[in-house]
Structure formats: structure tokens, C-alpha cells
């Protein structure tokens, strides 16, 4: 058996870092131990003193077919960043694009090679497919190991009847429904798309407010995707509901010459005509949020314009489309753990544990625990980064500019080492489907 032993690096075990050693081999983590001996005279040994060993970290919403299916350097641009990022897990939403089939679009989608490192999954949209119902539900999560759902929100009023249909089915077997609630301008209500006012404002706020009270008359689990602004949160905040109502949060920052945090024509936001109608998210108010058990940390957006390099020593700071999503654990570490805004479990959490629950990938992913995937990623706490995270001003008195520290030294994906903190492996294990279960 191919062995790797992990010694003297700190595990969450059961909400608590402990001083551990780690056994794995093969795909799966074999042993958890105060100390294990080395198995075989060969079996390789890392001494994580003081470092961490964490469960790799899952990308719960990236179009990654879209991404790595232009050509070769895009593909390995997509494997580094994720690598770098200690990402192992991505998941993808399916929607009608080939064909209007839902089982056609599986089947197709399924067939792909799409090269990726990451093991990966999908959410199936429930909406816009020629033919979608109730038992179509239950058919994905017991035949097609699909444990998540997608939905756009808004819908047109003659979708409304067969949506709620759906997500009362969803509800019946606690099945979560992950909700891209479009922004004012990207929803055609049958007038043509309005101006950017006030008034659309407020319908906006008004769909989020819907959604939620059809997720609760429903009992249906929903999670609203990148909620951006002060004023989405404060409506979801307004629903005591920790185990129906779930949000995934963007976590204001940039890095280098990536997009500043304002709301214009060069932001990173200016998908978003929202110009002096909504506030961004405060650090401030994300912290708290992620304390609870509802909120998630939404993978930072790809600038698609920008361009990468390939070599062998990839390094986190090179600028690339990428430059956000790559060190965006630095950014949470930096940001939240060293100051106590949040704990160190609380960031394992917030990276790997919720998600991995959440979608229906626990106890394969998203633990460090016997009989789990080893896909484990060791984590430097002390490495300062040459790389410095801008966080937006306050009233004007500027941005905050941070050094970030902490680092990913090791990845291993599906027992194999991919990346040592310098360089990406040159023999990238695929990446599997994982069939999920709803948990």
C-alpha cells in the first residue's frame, strides 16, 4: 500500500485542534493517532510541527467545464489555482445548454474528461428543463447521486405553481436547493429590463423576501448564493430560521491589481448596475455571520479577462484571472483567525465542514477522520506572505491594506501528493465524480 504519515501537525477533531499524527494510504485516511509509527522503511514522512492539518477545502458553486475546456493552459491555470487554494472538491450547476433533457444533460456532462484534479459533482437546476417534476427529484439523488439542487430567482409567474411543486419534493427528504437570486437588470419580469432605481431595488429585496417565505411555508433547506450587499443580508438575518434559511456570503477584499471594491465601471461588482442603491458587505458584518451555522463563504468572482502564465514553480501572487480564488484561505486566515474574529475550527468550518454537509459530501469530504477521502491539505500559520489584501475603507478614510500570512505548504488529493508549497505535481491524479447523498 502507498502510505504517507503526517507527524506532530494539529487535527480538528470534533471542533477541537489536537496534536495528532495522520496515517494515510491509498485514497482514504487510515489512522488517527497521538503517534503512529512509520508502517514501511519507505513510507514517506512529513513533520507538520506546528502546522495544521485540515480537510481540503470545496468550491460549492464554479461553472468549471466552462473554464477548462478552452484549451490546454486553461485547464492547467484551473488545476493550479484550485491546487494553491487547497481546494479538492468543486461542484458545478447543470443547466439547459446542449440539450433540454435533464438526463440527456447528466449523461453528456458525465461523459466529459474534464482533466480536473478536484473531484467533482453537480447541482441539477430545477428550472427551464422541457420536462422536470417531483419524481424527477427523487430519481437524481437515487440514481444520479445528486444531493443539491439549483434555482434562479426570480421566475416567471406561469413557472410559480410547478417551482413550489419542486421544492415541496426537495423539502420531503431534506433535500437543499441552492438559489442565485438575480441582481436588478438581469431579470426580464416581461416589460423589458428597467431602468436601475429605487423601485427595482426594492423588488429585489422584495425576491429575496419571497423566496424565503416559500422556502419556510415549504420547510424546504435553501442556500442564497453571493449575497453581496448589507441590505440582502439584513432580510435573510430577519428570519430566525438557522436550519432552513442558508447564505453564502462575498467576502469583500482585492489583491494586487486585482478590481477595487467599488461600485462602478471598473469594479469587480460592475456586473451589478446597483450604483448608489445598495451598501457592500463590511468585514465586520461578516464575522458574526460566520459564527453561526447557516452561512457559508462564497468563492471569490473569476475575472475571465485576465491571463496566466504556466511553469512549474507556481507561485500564489502571479497575477492571473485566478489571483482572488488562490489565496482567498491567506485572506480568512489573515483576516478572521489572527485578529479572533473567528476561531481556527470556525475557519476549518467555514472552508470545509459546512460545505461538505451541507451538499451531501460528509463524512467523505470535508473531515480529517478514519475512512474518509484523503484529501488533506497542511496549513503554515506562520508564513508571511510578500502579498498584501485590501479590505474597503470606511467613510471614506481608505482602504485597510494587510500582509497575509498562512499559507497551504502540502495538498493531497486522493492520497497523492500534488503540491509541496513550491511546485504542482507534473502527474495530476483525475478527479472522480462523487455520487452524493442528501444528509
Known amino acids: 500500500m502507498d502510505y504517507v504519515l503526517i507527524k506532530n501537525g494539529k487535527v480538528v477533531v470534533d471542533g477541537v485542534a489536537l496534536r495528532k499524527d495522520v496515517l494515510i494510504g491509498n485514497d482514504k485516511i487510515l489512522e488517527i493517532l497521538d503517534k503512529i509509527d512509520r508502517p514501511e ?9 506546528g502546522k495544521f492539518v485540515l480537510p481540503g477545502a470545496i468550491d460549492t458553486n464554479i461553472v468549471f467545464e466552462e473554464l477548462v475546456q478552452q484549451d490546454e493552459m486553461a485547464l492547467n491555470r484551473f488545476n493550479q489555482a484550485q491546487i494553491i487554494g487547497g481546494t479538492t472538491t468543486v461542484l458545478e450547476p447543470v443547466l439547459p445548454t446542449v440539450s433540454h433533457s435533464y438526463k440527456a444533460e447528466l449523461k453528456r456532462k458525465k461523459q466529459i474528461d474534464y482533466g ?3 473531484d467533482y459533482g453537480f447541482h441539477l437546476s430545477i428550472n427551464k428543463w422541457k420536462l422536470f417534476k417531483g419524481i424527477d427529484v427523487d430519481f437524481c439523488y437515487a440514481h444520479e447521486g445528486i444531493a443539491s439542487f439549483y434555482l434562479r430567482w426570480p421566475v416567471d409567474n406561469n413557472e410559480l405553481s410547478a417551482i413550489k411543486e419542486l421544492l415541496a419534493v426537495a423539502a420531503r427528504d431534506s433535500t437543499p436547493v441552492l438559489v442565485d437570486v438575480l441582481k436588478p437588470g438581469e431579470f ?4 423589458g429590463i428597467a431602468e436601475v432605481d429605487s423601485d427595482t431595488i426594492q423588488r429585489h429585496l422584495g425576491h429575496i423576501k419571497e423566496l424565503i417565505e416559500f422556502a419556510m411555508e415549504l420547510n424546504c433547506i435553501v442556500c442564497l448564493m453571493n449575497i453581496c450587499f448589507k441590505e440582502e443580508l439584513e432580510i435573510i438575518r430577519g428570519y430566525a430560521k438557522e436550519d432552513l434559511i442558508y447564505a453564502e456570503l462575498m ?13 462602478g465601471d471598473s469594479s469587480i461588482f460592475s456586473g451589478f448596475p446597483l450604483i448608489n442603491g445598495l451598501n457592500l458587505l463590511s468585514p465586520e458584518e461578516v464575522w458574526p455571520c460566520l459564527k453561526k451555522s447557516n452561512f457559508f463563504i462564497a468563492r471569490p468572482m473569476i475575472k475571465l479577462s485576465g491571463k496566466g502564465t504556466i511553469k512549474e514553480s507556481q507561485v500564489a501572487n502571479r497575477p492571473d ?10 485572506v480568512l486566515y489573515t483576516c478572521g483567525v489572527v485578529p479572533g474574529k473567528i476561531s481556527f475550527e470556525e475557519f476549518v468550518g467555514v472552508i470545509a465542514y459546512r460545505p461538505a454537509l451541507f451538499m451531501g459530501l460528509y463524512p467523505k469530504k470535508g473531515v480529517i477522520r478514519v475512512g474518509s477521502d484523503a484529501d488533506v491539505v497542511i496549513w503554515n500559520p506562520d508564513y508571511k506572505r510578500n502579498l498584501y489584501c485590501h479590505l474597503p475603507g470606511y467613510e471614506g478614510d481608505g482602504a485597510q491594506q494587510l ?11 486522493k492520497g497523492c501528493m500534488v503540491y509541496d508549497g ?3 505535481s507534473k502527474n495530476l491524479v483525475k478527479g472522480r465524480y462523487v455520487y452524493r447523498s442528501p444528509s
Open 422 to 424: 513550491e511546485s504542482i
Open 321 to 330: 484571472e485566478y489571483i482572488l480564488l488562490k489565496n482567498l484561505l491567506s
Open 41 to 49: 522503511p519507505e513510507t514517506p514522512v512529513i513533520n507538520a510541527e
Open 116 to 118: 480536473i484534479n478536484a
Open 188 to 191: 426580464n419580469d416581461g416589460t
Open 403 to 413: 500582509p497575509l500570512k498562512g499559507r497551504v505548504d502540502f495538498v493531497f488529493s
Open 251 to 263: 467576502f469583500p477584499f482585492h489583491i494586487a491589481d486585482s478590481d477595487r471594491l467599488l461600485i
